[in-house]
């Protein structure tokens, strides 16, 4: 057994981990920080919303399918250079935020609008004819109400960016994904490859039972 880990050097394999978390963490913060507003504006705008505006709305969700329908690892190379005027360089975990973020936040976003449509009408109204402000019925009664789902997105979207920063390492990004194609791809070494899915697999494992623990505490009975 010892002699089929021959490859691994375990010292690299923990910097890639750290390099992974680094890019999750990073971009899953500002993917819901970007989000997360693109997200209630989305459901605001929308038909029988309290800013009902066609174009505006129509605009938003052409401009959210657009980034949507692009294939990541295609994001990634057309964002080279904005990615270099944003973070000095391309490569690395630095180089890579950018078109995580690009990629996840109008998913999430979309996500949220979701969860927001799944609101209790009878709430809203009610929270309406009180005369609440939007400002009010946004942080007292959709994002309160909405909270599972929007937790429920974010875990959707954290699973999702973990198998982006794998194909960010097609470009240098660092992290699981890079030593994966580096090692375990391109020089065969199938010790690696293993390792390196074993660890992803397990991170996911963890976030989604995380996300569901934290969607059921926060579920009203």
Known sequence: MSNFFENVDWAEIAQACLDTLTMLGGSLALTVLLGLPLGVVLFLTGAGQAWENRWSHGAMAFGVNLLRSVPFIILLIVMIPLTVLLMGTSLGVAGAIPPLVVGAAPFFARLVETALREVDRNTVEAVQAMGATTRDLVFRALLPEALPGIIAATTVTAIALISFTAM??????????????????????????????????????????????????????
């Open 168 to 221: 960010a390492g097609a470009v240098g990004a660092g992290g699981l994904g890079d030593l994966a194609i580096r090692f375990g791809y391109q020089r065969f070494q199938t010790d690696v490859m293993l390792v390196t899915v074993v660890l992803l697999l397990v991170l996911v494992q963890f976030l989604q039972a995380a996300g569901d623990r934290l969607v059921r505490h926060f579920t009203r009975k």
